[in-house]
């Protein structure tokens, strides 16, 4: 029964439905993932939930005090969750035992949760109970909403997205240097979006230098801000930085040990890491390892062409946001990665694009590098 294609559509028709109570946390769950909850008895939905915020509910407890609250009871109905519920004691308490204790008589699941102290557990526990559990349901959308969790549990650091702006003929600068937005208004609001859904936000010296960047969210409305992180080796930048005076954290990662610099940024509100130095910079898959420490499951890279191109070359971007103007910018201008030019097309490096959309009058590009 439970593999006919009428029940897969029913079953994708309430997961759906999850997936959108799950988006209501877009912005707020990190460094937990997002998830969905709806509970159905005789094809109604009687009850559903999502996760706001680390330490609050998960998605299934807040369904089904939202089942409790309408007066209805859980005997018997059908949960839909966007994850794997949990089996362990966090910040909370395991959600299969809420499932359980509630009398569940099923479980639809979008997808596995990869945090080790679930990972397939919380199935197995719900089996164990008599509970039936269908797996799978929608599962490239339930993970795709928690791409930068899921990347951060499996290999210890986070989703890295670099955020490119270019002219129509690749080109991120005039020739007088001068390259902030050069991109309108609605892919500026597009960009701070994607401020506000990473733990953390990436530039280098070199931008700071040249931008004196404040890296907040400034959209109409409440946003949570994200942690600001600047990479300058030698330590060079300025205490009266921009960043360094606003609300929040900044972390500067760096390979110097300058005791009077290291005091005069402390003393300017940043926090200091060390970290060693791999070729020309920074050891960047240990910055990266660092901040998945951290809990940043998104790292948003607003840097130059020189830490993009270094990240590109270690294997380190997993997303390409590139906003393309419809201007010229013509010789002179920088281009849009610092990488060494290939011999032959066969050496070029080829990305997947994953889509092309209109923000404003420019264009956005997501792509990702093509693992072979
Ligand atoms: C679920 N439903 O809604 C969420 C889950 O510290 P805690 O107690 O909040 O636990 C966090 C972990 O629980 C998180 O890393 C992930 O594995 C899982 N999150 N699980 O069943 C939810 N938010
Ligand atoms: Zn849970």
Redesign the pocket.
């Known amino acids: 029964m439970n593999d006919t294609p009428i029940r897969r559509s029913v079953h994708a028709y309430f997961m759906q439905r999850a997936l959108e109570l799950a988006g209501r946390g877009w912005y707020t ?1 990190r ?3 997002r ?1 969905g ?1 709806v509970l159905v008895k005789d094809e109604a939905i009687i009850g559903e939930g ?2 706001e915020r ?2 609050e509910p ?3 407890r807040a369904a089904l005090a939202d089942l409790e609250r309408r007066g209805g009871s859980a005997r018997g109905a059908t949960a839909y ?1 966007t ?4 089996s ?5 308490p395991p ?1 299969v035992d809420a499932l359980i204790e509630a009398d569940i008589a099923r479980v639809v699941v979008g997808t596995q ?1 990869p ?1 080790p ?2 990972d397939g557990q ?1 199935v197995a526990r719900l089996r164990a109970a008599g509970i039936d559990v269908v797996t799978g349901v929608l599962a490239e959308r339930c993970a795709q909403i928690n791409a930068g ?1 899921n990347q951060r ?1 499996r290999q210890g650091r986070p989703r890295v997205r670099v955020k490119l702006a270019m002219s129509l003929d690749g080109r991120t600068a005039a020739a007088n240097g001068e390259s902030q937005w050069i991109t309108g208004d609605t892919a500026r609001d597009d960009v701070h979006r994607l401020r506000a859904e990473s733990g953390a936000v990436m530039i280098g010296r070199g931008t700071l230098v040249a931008d004196d960047p404040s890296l907040s969210v400034r959209l109409a409305g409440e946003w949570p801000q994200p942690l600001r992180v600047v990479l300058d080796s030698h330590l060079e930048i300025s205490p009266s930085a921009k960043l360094l005076g606003l609300p929040g954290d900044t972390l500067v990662f760096t390979a110097s040990g300058d005791r009077t610099r290291i005091q005069a940024l402390q003393a300017a509100g940043a926090r200091i890491e060390q970290v060693g130095t791999r070729g020309a910079g920074l050891d960047l898959a240990a910055v990266m390892a660092l901040l998945g420490e951290r809990e940043i499951n998104d790292v948003l890279v607003e840097a130059g062409p020189t830490l993009a191109g270094a990240l590109a070359q270690a294997g380190l971007v997993d997303e390409y946001m590139i906003y393309m103007a419809p201007t010229l910018l013509g010789d002179g201008g920088r281009s849009l990665l610092k990488l060494p030019g290939v011999q032959t097309l066969a050496d070029a490096r080829q990305l997947v694009v994953d889509a092309i959309e209109p923000v404003g009058a420019d264009w956005r590009i997501r792509a990702r590098p093509k693992r072979s």
Request: overall charge negative; hydrophobic content about 30%; some cysteine.
């Open positions: 769950t460094p937990n993932p998830v909850c999502w996760h680390a330490g998960h998605a299934e969750v994850l794997e519920p949990c362990h004691t966090g910040r909370t959600c949760d945090n102290r679930v919380g969790f549990m």
